[in-house]
């Protein structure tokens, strides 16, 4: 394995306990008894168990948690290769931001056989769909990739 992908593994692992971490806290202290917190005028903390894909998608298809934990199980799998593989540290830390929030949500569904969401913006009414560290460590890292090959791939190659 490359520096680059150490590196990026222990992105993975940082991003991991951090997700880990936000949402025991939350549950076991800050929301217990659940409810919801105003923090602002457009940001609330809420306790939102999502079934489903990013933003609940196919929640009320009541599919099993381990079909969800199967299809993320290997789509992170793919990651590690990925990262294992990766040339450049921008890519591996990408990779490994993804790849952290991955089993991050892995790990919910294998323990509450759900997602634990909390994060809930919101303007005029209207409520993004709550979500948590480990979802903004994979859109993060999402973005950093389409960064990656827009602008900085083209840059290696000329």
């Known amino acids: 394995m490359s520096k680059a992908g150490a590196w990026?593994?222990?992105?993975?692992?940082?991003?991991?306990?951090?997700?880990?971490?936000?949402?025991?806290?939350?549950?076991?202290?800050?929301?217990?008894?659940?409810r919801a917190i105003e923090v602002t005028g457009f940001f609330n903390v809420v306790p939102v168990w999502n079934r489903g894909v990013s933003f609940g998608l196919f929640g009320a298809q009541a599919l099993s948690p381990w079909v969800f934990i199967g299809i993320s199980a290997a789509i992170a799998a793919a990651l590690t290769v990925w990262l294992v593989r990766a040339g450049t540290w921008f890519e591996a830390a990408a990779i490994g931001l993804i790849l952290g929030g991955a089993i991050g949500n892995i790990v919910d569904r294998?323990?509450?056989?759900?997602?634990?969401?909390?994060?809930?913006?919101?303007?005029?009414?209207?409520?993004?769909?709550?979500?948590?560290?480990?979802?903004?460590?994979?859109?993060?890292?999402?973005?950093?990739?389409?960064?990656?090959?827009?602008?900085?791939?083209?840059?290696?190659?000329?």
């Not at 593994?9 to 202290?29: E, F, H, I, R």
């Not at 913006?121 to 993060?140: K, R």
């Not at 960064?147 to 900085?152: E, I, V």
Request: aromatic share 10%; net charge negative; hydrophobic share 60%.
């Open 8 to 34: 990026g593994l222990g992105g993975a692992g940082l991003v991991l306990l951090l997700d880990q971490a936000s949402k025991w806290l939350l549950l076991t202290a800050v929301m217990a008894p659940p």
């Open 110 to 158: 294998l323990v509450h056989g759900a997602v634990f969401d909390f994060l809930d913006f919101h303007v005029a009414g209207y409520h993004w769909p709550a979500f948590n560290l480990a979802d903004s460590a994979i859109t993060m890292g999402a973005l950093l990739l389409v960064a990656d090959s827009l602008f900085l791939a083209r840059r290696r190659h000329t």
